[in-house]
C-alpha cells in the first residue's frame, strides 16, 4: 500500500511557476507508475501528467504540454510536477496518484489505485 502527500500549492499570477511534490509512504514506491491529475469546481477530474516507474517514459495531456513537466525521484519516494508559464485555467486541486506498472500510460482516475489528498493551485489573471 502507497500513501501520498502532495504539497507546493499556493496562489500565482498568470505565467508564474509553481512545483508540485508528492511524497511517498511505502518500500514499493518504485514499482508504481505515478501521475498527477486536477479538478476545477464543477468539473470531473482531468488527467495531467504521468510517468513510469523508472522516469524512462512520460505522457501529458496536450493543454499542459511544453509548460509542465513530471520528474521523480525514486530514492526519495518523491514526484514532482513543475509548472510553468500558468494560466487561469490551469486553476485547479491538484492530486497525484499511484497505478500498477502494467497500467502505466492510463489516463483515467479509475486506474490508479492510489490518492493524496489534494493540493490547491490557483492563478490569478
Known amino acids: 500500500q502507497v500513501q501520498l502527500v502532495e504539497s507546493g500549492g499556493g496562489l500565482v499570477q498568470a505565467g508564474g511557476s509553481l512545483r508540485l511534490s508528492c511524497a511517498a509512504s511505502?518500500?514499493?514506491?518504485?514499482?508504481?507508475?505515478m501521475g498527477w491529475f486536477r479538478q476545477a469546481p464543477g468539473k470531473e477530474r482531468e488527467f495531467v501528467a504521468t510517468i513510469r516507474w523508472d522516469g524512462g517514459s512520460t505522457y501529458y495531456v496536450d493543454s499542459v504540454k511544453g509548460r509542465f513537466t513530471i520528474s521523480r525521484d525514486n530514492a526519495k519516494n518523491t514526484v514532482n510536477l513543475q509548472m510553468n508559464s500558468l494560466k487561469p485555467e490551469d486553476t485547479a486541486v491538484y492530486y497525484c496518484?499511484?497505478?500498477?506498472?502494467?497500467?502505466?500510460?492510463?489516463?483515467?482516475?479509475?486506474?490508479?489505485?492510489?490518492w493524496g489528498q489534494g493540493t490547491q493551485v490557483t492563478v490569478s489573471s
Open positions: 511505502g518500500r514499493t514506491f518504485s514499482s508504481y507508475a
Open positions: 496518484a499511484a497505478t500498477a506498472p502494467s497500467r502505466y500510460g492510463s489516463r483515467r482516475a479509475g486506474s490508479y489505485d492510489y
